[in-house]
Nanobody, 127 residues
């Protein structure tokens, strides 16, 4: 049974930083698509970043490029999202998600494919 548990959310001022973590269990972490998503009140959920743990391919939404960094620790089966230069518009519930890869590259950028989800962690950025 796939389990994803996020942590690290909180409240920061604009320009600040946070690091989210996602502890994974119940599947072969070393070859999976892992992603971070967010959903703000009244808005649709959007993909923020994704990584293919088996190949290292990384993808970012344009809105976070240069500010957010997705990374992983295969030994700890943990996914991270380092968020810098945070803006009020980054305020949302952040979710970790996973799905089995497709093909040699994983196709982890296809956000609609993700089927396993964590419970979410709130990030609030004040101006």
């Amino acid at each position: 049974q796939v389990q994803l548990v996020e942590s690290g959310g909180g409240s920061v001022q604009a320009g600040g930083s946070l690091r989210l973590s996602c502890a994974a269990s119940g599947y072969t972490y070393s070859s999976y698509c892992m992603g971070w998503f967010r959903q703000a009140p009244g808005k649709e959920r959007e993909g923020v970043a994704a990584i293919y743990t088996g190949g290292g391919n990384i993808y970012y939404a344009d809105s976070v490029k240069g500010r957010f960094t997705i990374s992983q620790d295969n030994a700890k089966k943990t996914l991270y999202l380092e968020m810098n230069s945070l803006k009020p518009e980054d305020t949302a519930m952040y979710y970790c998600a996973a799905v089995s890869p497709l093909g040699s590259g994983g196709r982890c950028y296809v956000y609609s494919r993700y089927i396993y989800w964590g419970q979410g962690t709130q990030v609030t950025v004040s101006s």
